[in-house]
C-alpha cells in the first residue's frame, strides 16, 4: 500500500486516479461479470489505500471516488429494475481499533455521552449475491438484483425457485409494502455437489463447466435466462435488511429482523444485539472459530447500530450507511510457482503485467493467475519466472502476491518491456506515474478496439448490438476506426447482410440502436470518449457547470492559455510552482471535487490535432442536449452553504448531511462563491468574512424550518 505521508500533490492525484480506475473495474468484474480477479484482500487493500490518500489529501478528492460507487451497473441479458431504495454497500474495517472508531464516530455523529450504550446487532457477513424482494400484501412481486445500487436485475421468476423464499409472508399485520433484502447463496456442500454433477454430465473433464467458488456458482446461478436452470441449482436465502418499506415491524434493527423471520424468511442464527465493544468483539472471535463449520462462506462480521431512529439520523455517506460496518477476516494464503509474466495492454494504453501461476487451492479455491500492477511493483517483490512465491485469498478467483521466497536465487531480473508487444510502438513512463503505456494510440489495435467498446459501452453510449465480435468484424474490414465511424455504418447495410451471421432484423435492430444515439446523454457522451481522469462521475459534475460540451471545450481553450501563460517565478521551486499552477487550474475549473488532474487531461486532449478532429468528427454525427440536473426543490437547492458555531441540535456532520440532501453544496470556508452561512453561538471570522461579502446569515433554528419545509 502506498504511504501518503511522501507523496506531493501530484503524486497524489495521480495514484486517486488510478485508484479510481483500478476499482471501478474490479467492481465491475465482480458485480456484473462474476469473474474476479483480484481477491477480496487485494480489493480491500485498494479501498484502504484510496481512504487514506483522501484522507491525507481531502482537497484531492476525486468526483468518480471509488467511496461514492456501489456494485456495477447490471447486465443486459436481463430486464433492469430502479430500486424504489438505494442498495448500498458497507464500509469496511479490519482491525479492532477500527471498530473502536466506528462506535466514536457514531457517539460523535450523535452528540452522545459516554454513559449512553450504543447497542448494534452482530451478524455473518455471507459471500453471495445480494438480493432485494419486494412484497405487496404480503405476495412476493418483485425480486432484483443490487446491480450499481441504484439499478439491479429482474431475477423474479428465478427467486420463485428457491425453497428459502415464501411467495407469500405467514402471520399477520404485514405491511402493504415490504422489501426484504439479503444474500443468494449456494451451501458449500451443495457447491461440491453441483459441481461433481457438471463433470458428470460433460463426460469430457476438458470441457466440463465448473465453478471457481460458490459465491460465482450462486450468482451464474441466479442470473439464468431460463429460470428451470435455476431451478436445478441448489440455491439458498439469508435476510439481512430491508428497503422500501409501509411500516416497520419494530424500533430497532433487532425487532425487525425477527419480523422478518416470523413472517418465514431465513435469518441469521448467529444475530446477536450487544451493547460493548467488548461484546462486539467476542462475537467476531465466536463466529471467526466457528467459519470452517458454517455452511456457507463467510469473508467477517456486520455490526449495525440497532436503533433505528439513530439509523435514521445517522444516514449515509456517498456509498454505505454510517450506521454499520463490516469487520472483515484475515486472507487466507498458500505457496506455488509463479511460471511466466505476461503484459495485457489497456484501453488507455497501459501495459498490466499478468503472472501465471502453478495452479493452487486457496480456500477451497483453484488459483492460477495473479494481476502484479505495475513495473514497480514487480521491482519491490523481485518476481521473475520460475520464483516461488506466497499468495493469498479471502474469497475470490486471483489472489495477491504477498512475498518472494525465492528473491535470493542467482537469476537475472524480469525486463519490462519498453516497447508494446502489441504495435511496437515505445511504451513509456509519463512522469510520476508509475505505470508505462503504449504511445500508438488509435493506431494500436488492442486501445483501438478497447476505445470503442468503451465508447458503446453500458456506462457510455449504452449501443445494444454493438457487442466486442461486432466492434472486432467492423475493425477488421476497416469500416470504423473512431467514433463517428459508428454512426456512417448505416451506408453499409447492403454489405453487412452479405455477411455470415448477419440477418435483416438483426441488422436492423443494430441500425436503430446506433440511430438512436444521435441525440446521445452530454455527460455519457463525454465519459465514452476516454479522455483520462474524466470517469462517468466527473463527466457529470463537470456538465452540471458547464451545460454543454462545446462549454467543456472551451474550457479545456481557458487552461491550455492559463498553462502556457504561468511562468515559473525566479528562485521558485519546481514544486511551488507546479502547486502553484495546479491550484490556479483548479479555481479556474470551479467544480467541487474536480482539480487540476483533469484539467489537465482536457488541456492535454484539445491540444493533440487528432483529438480535435475526431471530436468535430463525432459532433457532426451526434446533437447531445444541453444536460439538465433534477434535483429536489428546496430554499437551498444549487447553493453553497457554509455551517460556522457550535450546533446544538445537530452535530456538524449531521448538519452537512442534510445540506447534501436537499440539493446544496456544504463547504469548509467562505468564499466569494459562498450563499449561505448558518451560524451558532460561537461564530467567529467567518461571520466577519460574510458580512465582508455581503453573504446571508441565518441561525440554526432558520435552518431547521428550511429542513422542514423541503419535507
Given amino acids: 500500500m502506498t504511504d501518503p505521508a511522501p507523496m506531493t500533490e501530484a503524486e497524489a492525484a495521480n495514484r486517486l486516479m488510478r485508484l479510481a480506475k483500478e476499482i471501478t473495474r474490479h467492481n465491475r468484474l465482480y458485480h456484473d461479470q462474476d469473474q474476479p480477479e483480484i481477491t477480496d484482500a487485494q480489493y480491500d487493500a485498494?479501498?484502504?489505500?484510496?481512504?487514506?490518500?483522501?484522507?491525507?489529501?481531502?482537497?484531492?478528492?476525486?468526483?468518480?471516488?471509488?467511496?461514492?460507487?456501489?456494485?456495477?451497473?447490471?447486465?443486459?441479458?436481463?430486464?433492469?429494475?430502479?430500486?424504489?431504495?438505494?442498495?448500498?454497500?458497507?464500509?469496511?474495517?479490519?482491525?479492532?481499533?477500527?471498530?473502536?472508531?466506528?462506535?466514536?464516530?457514531?457517539?460523535?455523529?450523535?452528540?452522545?455521552?459516554?454513559?449512553?450504550?450504543?447497542?448494534?446487532?452482530?451478524?455473518?457477513?455471507?459471500?453471495?449475491?445480494?438480493?432485494?424482494?419486494?412484497?405487496?400484501?404480503?405476495?412476493?412481486?418483485?425480486?432484483?438484483?443490487?446491480?450499481?445500487?441504484t439499478t439491479g436485475e429482474d431475477v423474479t421468476a428465478n427467486v420463485r425457485t428457491i425453497g428459502d423464499i415464501p411467495g407469500r409472508l405467514a402471520g399477520a399485520d404485514i405491511p402493504d409494502i415490504f422489501e426484504v433484502r439479503g444474500e443468494v447463496y449456494m451451501a458449500k456442500a451443495d457447491f461440491a455437489a453441483l459441481n461433481e454433477r457438471l463433470l458428470a454430465e460433460a463426460g469430457d473433464p476438458d470441457k466440463a463447466r465448473q465453478f471457481a467458488n460458490p459465491r460465482n456458482a450462486a450468482a451464474g446461478s441466479l442470473r439464468q435466462k431460463d429460470a428451470q436452470v435455476t431451478a436445478s441449482r441448489p440455491l439458498r436465502f439469508l435476510a439481512h435488511g430491508w428497503g422500501e418499506h409501509a411500516a416497520m415491524p419494530g424500533a430497532t434493527q433487532m425487532e425487525a429482523m425477527r419480523a422478518i423471520a416470523a413472517w418465514g424468511l431465513p435469518v441469521s442464527d448467529l444475530l446477536v444485539r450487544v451493547d460493548s465493544l467488548e461484546a462486539m468483539l467476542a462475537h467476531y472471535r465466536r463466529i471467526?472459530?466457528?467459519?470452517?463449520?458454517?455452511?456457507?462462506?463467510?469473508?467477517?462480521?456486520?455490526?449495525?447500530?440497532?436503533?433505528?431512529?439513530?439509523?435514521?439520523?445517522?444516514?449515509?455517506?456517498?456509498?454505505?450507511?454510517?450506521?454499520?460496518?463490516?469487520?472483515?477476516?484475515?486472507?487466507?494464503?498458500?505457496?506455488?510457482?509463479?511460471?511466466?509474466?505476461?503484459?495485457?495492454?489497456?484501453?488507455?494504453?497501459?501495459l498490466t503485467p499478468v503472472g501465471r501461476l502453478t495452479p493452487v487451492t486457496?480456500?477451497?479455491?483453484?488459483?492460477?493467475?495473479?494481476?502484479?500492477?505495475?513495473?514497480?511493483?514487480?521491482?519491490?517483490?523481485?518476481?521473475?519466472?520460475?520464483?516461488?512465491?506466497?499468495?493469498?485469498?479471502?474469497?475470490?478467483?486471483?489472489?495477491?502476491?504477498?512475498?518472494?521466497?525465492?528473491?535470493?536465487?542467482?537469476?537475472?531480473?524480469?525486463?519490462?518491456?519498453?516497447?508494446?508487444?502489441?504495435?511496437?510502438?515505445?511504451?513509456?513512463?509519463?512522469?510520476g506515474e508509475v505505470d508505462i503505456r503504449c504511445t500508438g494510440g488509435l493506431i494500436c489495435p488492442a486501445q483501438r478496439f478497447e476505445r470503442l467498446r468503451h465508447f458503446v459501452s453500458r456506462g457510455a453510449l449504452d449501443m445494444e448490438g454493438l457487442g466486442e465480435k461486432s466492434i472486432e468484424e467492423f475493425l477488421s474490414l476497416g469500416w470504423i476506426s473512431e467514433p463517428a465511424d459508428i454512426f456512417r455504418l448505416s451506408a453499409r447495410r447492403a454489405e453487412l447482410l452479405g455477411r455470415e451471421g448477419w440477418k435483416e432484423k438483426s441488422v436492423d435492430n443494430l441500425l436503430a440502436a446506433i440511430e438512436g444515439k444521435r441525440r446521445p446523454d452530454a455527460a455519457r457522451l463525454l465519459f465514452g470518449l476516454g479522455i483520462r481522469h474524466v470517469g462517468a462521475v466527473t463527466a457529470r459534475d463537470l456538465l452540471k457547470r458547464y451545460t454543454n460540451l462545446p462549454a467543456i471545450r472551451a474550457l479545456a481553450q481557458e487552461i491550455i492559455v492559463l498553462r502556457d501563460s504561468m511562468e515559473r517565478g525566479e528562485g521558485e521551486e519546481e514544486s511551488r510552482f507546479l502547486n502553484r499552477r495546479d491550484k490556479a487550474i483548479a479555481e479556474l475549473i470551479g467544480v467541487e471535487n474536480?482539480?487540476?488532474?483533469?484539467?489537465?487531461?482536457?488541456?492535454?486532449?484539445?491540444?493533440?490535432?487528432?483529438?480535435?478532429?475526431?471530436?468535430?468528427?463525432?459532433?457532426?454525427?451526434?446533437?447531445?442536449?444541453?444536460?439538465?440536473?433534477?434535483?429536489?426543490?428546496?430554499?437551498?437547492?444549487?447553493?453553497?452553504?457554509?455551517?460556522?458555531?457550535?450546533?446544538?441540535?445537530?452535530?456538524?456532520?449531521?448538519?452537512k448531511a442534510q445540506a447534501e440532501r436537499l440539493g446544496a453544496k456544504a463547504a469548509g470556508s467562505v468564499s466569494a462563491r459562498t450563499d449561505l452561512i448558518v451560524a451558532g453561538p460561537g461564530a467567529g471570522s467567518k461571520l466577519k468574512q460574510a458580512a465582508a461579502l455581503g453573504i446571508e446569515v441565518i441561525d440554526e433554528a432558520a435552518w431547521a424550518e428550511i429542513v422542514k419545509a423541503a419535507g
Avoid at 62 to 73: E, F, I, L, Y
Avoid at 327 to 335: D, G, L, N, S, V
Fill in 46 to 149: 485498494l479501498m484502504r489505500e484510496n481512504n487514506a490518500l483522501e484522507a491525507a489529501f481531502p482537497h484531492l478528492v476525486r468526483a468518480d471516488s471509488p467511496g461514492r460507487q456501489v456494485g456495477a451497473a447490471p447486465t443486459a441479458g436481463l430486464r433492469k429494475v430502479q430500486h424504489a431504495v438505494r442498495m448500498m454497500s458497507l464500509d469496511n474495517g479490519f482491525a479492532d481499533e477500527d471498530i473502536a472508531e466506528f462506535l466514536a464516530r457514531v457517539r460523535r455523529f450523535l452528540a452522545l455521552a459516554e454513559d449512553i450504550p450504543v447497542a448494534v446487532t452482530a451478524e455473518p457477513k455471507i459471500d453471495g449475491l445480494s438480493c432485494s424482494l419486494r412484497y405487496e400484501k404480503g405476495e412476493l412481486v418483485l425480486a432484483a438484483t443490487r446491480g450499481d445500487g
Fill in 288 to 350: 471467526e472459530a466457528e467459519r470452517a463449520e458454517l455452511l456457507f462462506d463467510i469473508d467477517g462480521v456486520v455490526y449495525k447500530v440497532d436503533r433505528l431512529d439513530w439509523q435514521q439520523r445517522l444516514g449515509f455517506v456517498a456509498r454505505a450507511p454510517r450506521w454499520a460496518m463490516a469487520h472483515k477476516f484475515p486472507a487466507e494464503r498458500a505457496q506455488t510457482t509463479l511460471e511466466s509474466i505476461d503484459i495485457q495492454v489497456g484501453r488507455t494504453g497501459k
Fill in 362 to 431: 486457496v480456500g477451497g479455491v483453484v488459483v492460477s493467475n495473479v494481476t502484479l500492477h505495475n513495473a514497480d511493483e514487480i521491482a519491490r517483490l523481485g518476481v521473475r519466472p520460475g520464483d516461488r512465491v506466497v499468495v493469498q485469498r479471502a474469497g475470490d478467483v486471483i489472489p495477491q502476491v504477498v512475498d518472494n521466497l525465492t528473491r535470493d536465487d542467482a537469476r537475472a531480473p524480469f525486463l519490462f518491456p519498453d516497447h508494446c508487444p502489441v504495435c511496437d510502438s515505445q511504451a513509456v513512463r509519463e512522469e
Fill in 594 to 655: 474536480v482539480g487540476a488532474a483533469v484539467g489537465h487531461a482536457l488541456a492535454d486532449f484539445f491540444h493533440e490535432p487528432h483529438n480535435v478532429e475526431a471530436w468535430d468528427d463525432l459532433l457532426r454525427e451526434v446533437s447531445p442536449p444541453d444536460y439538465v440536473v433534477e434535483t429536489t426543490a428546496s430554499a437551498v437547492t444549487g447553493k453553497i452553504v457554509v455551517f460556522t458555531g457550535k450546533l446544538e441540535t445537530m452535530s456538524r456532520d449531521e448538519a
